[in-house]
């Protein structure tokens, strides 16, 4: 769909917003449990379409996407009600007389821009915040999981007009369409340098806008860390979806004293979740595409491969693949990585680890394994980063009670939960004065304080 009848579905979406609609708490509720409804009788479907652009077990399918998209539909089904009362709010004692409040208020007509790598979580969690705030919705998901896209198209179709939800199809033309729209909110998941070329876009229309981007997610592993358990916690963050994770670990930071048995527990961790053959692991994703795939194969042209490194270009498969030897001048050190490849670097003091770190741009995740609170508080109260755990990975992203989004060049703003409600609202103050007096002195021709009226 382009130019005239892009511009046509906007202002049909805003005529919708304008007329009401959206706004009633109980037609959001309708909304959200009709969302929920369709996406439970498509289960299956969404199931295949994830097997089918990224090889995801079902597994992974559930505990990555749908469990968390479940989950966030609940939380904001339940909570809904509450975000939206409106807050009294305490006047000045130089407003005596006069009532403040804080209305949360739609925005009016967004548009959702989702990457490929969560292809559903990543559209429908956004969307999920956008409805429960009242506003109408355009989505437009990766072209890079084509499938997922159709279905998304004819789940959301089969529920909504378009004039409320709308799914539009295609690439980075189609994206630059639909910016180019007199949107009232932008809400982007993708990489940096798309970030900001979406944020230029936005620009020029002083368009309010959400960044959810990417980066190099360090994850620090100190001397005193329980390392078999430890090994279990980042071969997960790393290798579920073949690594194709905004807030993967990206590179290790390892205490010179436990490199060689982290490596060795990581091993083992690999061989227990994977088997002793990855590739042939039917429940191990793929890449996502062949661009990706020799991105990731050319990383493997550097430093030491310490286990793993096969790749399967049929397949689209790479092995995980444990990286040693690396120097950040190398293209590993230098981009995020974004799949099944982790590099090792060490240090012998904790502050080398956060000076490093603090000399690259602020990541959107980072992981810390230790017990000693010492380096718990030298590392978070020192380091500027979006969100991450202590003693874990990713887990920080699946729970609706902590708002996830990234700093600097990792993103700005945050979703989840009450975080997506929030995102999606311009929260409005209104100062509601009194007639029945008035503090003349303000007004240049005043000689008396206070009038009775
Ligand atoms: P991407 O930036 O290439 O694409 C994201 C979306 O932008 C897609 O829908 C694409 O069609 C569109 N797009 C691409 N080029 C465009 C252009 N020139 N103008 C306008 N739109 C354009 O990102 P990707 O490869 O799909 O996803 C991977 C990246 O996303 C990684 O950097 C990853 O870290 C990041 N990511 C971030 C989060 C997060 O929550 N912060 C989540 C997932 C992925």
């Given at each position: 769909m382009y130019n005239d009848t892009m511009a046509d579905l906007i202002q049909k979406q805003k005529h919708f917003y304008r007329s009401g609609a959206t706004r009633p708490f109980e037609y959001r509720l309708r909304q959200l449990k009709k969302l929920r409804e369709a996406l439970i009788a498509n289960e299956k479907q969404i199931i295949e379409a994830l097997k089918m652009d990224l090889n995801k077990s079902e597994f992974e399918a559930y505990s990555t996407e749908i469990g968390i998209v479940y989950e966030e539909l609940s939380f904001t089904i339940k909570h809904l009600r509450s975000w939206m009362v409106p807050k009294k709010a305490k006047t000045a004692l130089t407003h005596f007389g006069s009532k403040g409040r804080i209305i949360p208020e739609p925005y009016g007509t967004t548009l959702i821009i989702a990457p490929w790598n969560y292809p559903f979580q990543l559209a429908v969690s956004p969307l999920i915040g956008a409805l429960a705030a009242g506003n109408t919705a355009v989505m437009k998901p990766s072209e890079l999981t084509p499938t997922m896209s159709t279905l998304l198209a004819k789940i959301l179709g089969s529920v909504f007009e378009e004039e409320y939800v709308a799914v539009i199809e295609g690439g980075a033309d189609v994206s630059q369409e639909l910016l180019a729209?007199?949107?009232?909110y932008i809400f982007f998941t993708g990489s940096v340098n798309v970030g900001k070329i979406v944020m230029q876009a936005a620009a020029k229309q002083l368009i309010p806008l959400t960044l959810e981007l990417g980066g190099k997610s360090p994850c620090i592993v100190h001397a005193d860390a329980p390392l078999k358990l430890t090994a279990q916690r980042i071969v997960f963050g790393k290798f579920t979806n073949a690594g194709q994770t905004c807030i993967a670990p990206d590179y290790l930071l390892v205490h010179r004293s436990v490199k060689t048995e982290l490596i060795t527990c990581i091993q083992e961790a690999i061989r227990e979740f994977y088997g002793p053959d990855p590739l042939s692991n039917t429940s191990y994703g793929r890449i996502v595409s062949e661009k990706h795939f020799h991105r990731l194969a050319s990383f493997l042209q550097h430093g030491n491969v310490v286990s793993g490194g096969s790749t399967s270009p049929d397949n689209l498969t790479i092995e995980p693949t444990l990286l040693e030897q690396v120097t950040w001048d190398m293209p590993v050190m230098q981009?995020?990585?974004?799949?099944?490849i982790l590099p090792i670097m060490e240090y012998d003091r904790i502050q080398e680890a956060v000076d490093m770190i603090n000399a690259r741009p602020k990541p959107l995740a980072l992981y810390l394994f230790t017990r000693e609170p010492e380096i718990e508080e030298t590392v978070v109260g020192n380091v500027s980063y979006g969100g991450g755990c202590i003693n874990d990975t990713l887990m920080h992203i699946a729970t609706p009670y902590l708002p996830f989004g990234g700093v600097g060049e990792s993103g700005m703003g945050a979703y989840h939960g009450r975080g997506s409600f929030d995102t999606f609202t311009h929260y409005k103050s209104v100062l509601k004065q009194t007639?029945?007096?008035?503090?003349?002195?303000?007004?240049?021709?005043?000689?008396?304080g206070l009038k009775y009226l």
């Open positions: 729209q007199p949107l009232d981009e995020e990585i974004f799949g099944p007639n029945l007096f008035d503090f003349t002195f303000r007004y240049p021709s005043s000689k008396n």
